[in-house]
């Protein structure tokens, strides 16, 4: 192209100017380093351990909600699996939760006909992650001053509640 049509072209505004592979290049990048930022700040994985840890939370207040509710009840005594209502086996230090023989069953606990689950609770709760019938990783006790604590490993932090 000789330079009188360029100028031609460049003075009726028929000329196309395109971007250059640099200017590409850089506007790519920004929108890389951009992206990276926003899901860094936002980090899905922490937000949906965040939001486990509040269902545990949760689960461990209504476990607690259905011990209490039997207690109220029932004079005062709190739930077991013993059968004899002049003792309990309820757990004095922290046991879990579930059918296993090593924990201990809240769901079956209390009087005939009126256990935790299906009275006072539709199903007994379980981790979201890793909770089974055996063990709903969910723990228990009585304290010594008589109050009810329930724990839970969250993935956050560890969850205690106590009433």
Known sequence: MNENNFRRKLAAGKWRQAFTLIELMVVIGI??????????????????????????????????SAVYQYSSEHSGAIPDTDGNSATS???????????????????????????IVPVYMAAMPKDPKTGTDSDTGYKIYVDTNNRLVASASGET??????R
Request: net charge positive; aromatic share 4%.
């Open 157 to 162: 932090k560890t969850i205690m509640v106590t």
């Open 31 to 64: 929108i890389g380093i951009l992206t990276t930022i926003t899901v860094a700040a936002v980090n899905p994985v922490r937000q949906f351990a965040k939001a486990r840890d509040a269902q545990r939370e949760t689960d461990l207040i209504s476990i607690l």
């Open 89 to 115: 086996n309820f757990p004095t230090t922290l046991k879990c939760i579930g059918t296993s023989g090593s924990c201990f069953n809240l769901g079956s606990a209390g009087d005939t006909g009126e256990t």
